[in-house]
């Protein structure tokens, strides 16, 4: 019989199909192909973007020069933009401002053909460290409250380059999924004094049996409360809300996790499209006890129909525990971490 499952943040229910579980060879994946062409995010051509925000660069190179290991640029469409006054105002019933933020690119190697399952570990920590110094300094700015770092892998994730970069998105206001998992984490720390996300992450090391990789730091695993097949979250073991304040030994142990956790979705799975979104506390002076930072990826495998636009429910065709045994279980070719 299928299962209803409550996830215990927001009080989301969902549906998980253990009558008929779907297995990797049952997806139909629309693998992402390189076909290579001009590339606006290649080397050589960097008179084809907007002036570079920042990089880490061999040796003494210049901005906007080849040279570059990751280089983070404005988004040529950005959907907020830096310059101007928020300027909030009514009308009538309804709210609105200007459409005040920032919005970035990080290209995360000069290899067109790579992707992060594909680079060093060392290379994979660049990006990170990258993720968090922008995060840093766009945090100075009063007007935003929120920072969204994310990853669309692949067209039907919403990718329309095919070179590897992700995007950070800053906000003047808290987006109401991340304001959804700050109220359900605050009332369960209300309730029990405890992180949830620190109540989930014991659990899954209790059972274990969702349980995908893990290191000193971080443990990537299946969630119980899946939304969708394959769907995989990552950890850190220490309490922290705010990606902001992590530590070096952390990054280059949240490098190889990540690495890995998408290497064996891409082996697993025929290498399919995903989003990988990064959950971060909103942008505070102090560290929140309540909340804890996380990446979440998913896997484009379904579609959403009608009865999930129209219940709010989410069907997770494959039971996280069936997930989290092909991708614990995967043989790891050569790689190059």
């Known amino acids: ?38 590339c606006p995010f290649c080397v050589g051509n960097e008179s084809m973007t907007p002036t570079e925000i920042d990089a880490h660069r061999e040796g003494a190179t210049p901005p906007n020069t080849p040279g570059w290991l990751t280089r983070v640029i404005p988004n040529k469409f950005p959907a907020l933009r830096i310059e101007g006054e928020l300027d909030k105002r009514g009308l009538g019933l309804f709210d609105l ?80 999924r991340v304001n959804e998992e700050l109220v359900g984490s605050s009332q369960y720390y209300e309730y029990r004094d405890r992180c949830v996300f620190c109540d989930i992450l014991q659990q899954e090391l209790h059972d ?11 443990v990537a695993f299946a969630p119980y409360v899946s939304s969708f097949a394959f769907e995989t979250w990552i950890l850190p073991r220490t309490h922290r809300s705010d990606f902001c304040h992590i530590e070096p030994e952390e990054v280059i142990d949240l490098a190889r996790i990540l690495r890995e956790t998408l290497l064996r979705l891409r082996l697993a799975l025929g290498d399919p499209p995903y989003n990988l979104i990064l959950h971060s506390g909103p942008i505070e002076k102090e560290e929140r006890p309540d909340y804890h930072w996380h990446i979440e990826i998913t896997p484009k495998l379904t579609g959403l129909a009608g009865f999930e636009w129209g219940s709010g429910f989410y069907i997770a065709s494959t039971p996280p525990e069936l997930a989290a045994g092909y991708l614990r279980n995967v043989q790891l070719v050569a790689s190059a971490g």
């Not at 660049?126 to 994310?150: A, E, H």
């Not at 274990?208 to 971080?218: A, G, I, P, S, T």
């Open 97 to 176: 401002s200007n459409g005040i933020g920032a919005h970035e690119v990080i290209i995360e190697t000069p290899d067109h053909q790579k992707e992060i399952p594909d680079l060093l570990d060392h290379e994979v920590e660049r990006v990170m460290w990258m993720y968090r110094n922008r995060s840093v300094d766009l945090r100075g700015d009063s007007r935003l409250r929120y920072i969204l770092i994310f990853k669309n892998y692949g067209r039907s994730a919403g990718a329309s380059l095919e070179h590897a970069h992700s995007q950070l998105i800053a906000l003047p206001i808290i987006p109401k």
């Open 1 to 38: 019989m299928p299962e209803l499952r409550r996830e215990p943040i927001t009080g989301r229910w969902v549906i998980v199909d253990t009558d008929h579980p779907k297995h990797p060879k049952d997806f139909v994946v629309d693998r992402p192909i390189k076909k290579g062409g001009l």
């Open 208 to 218: 274990r049996d969702r349980l995908v990789v893990q290191n000193k730091h971080y």
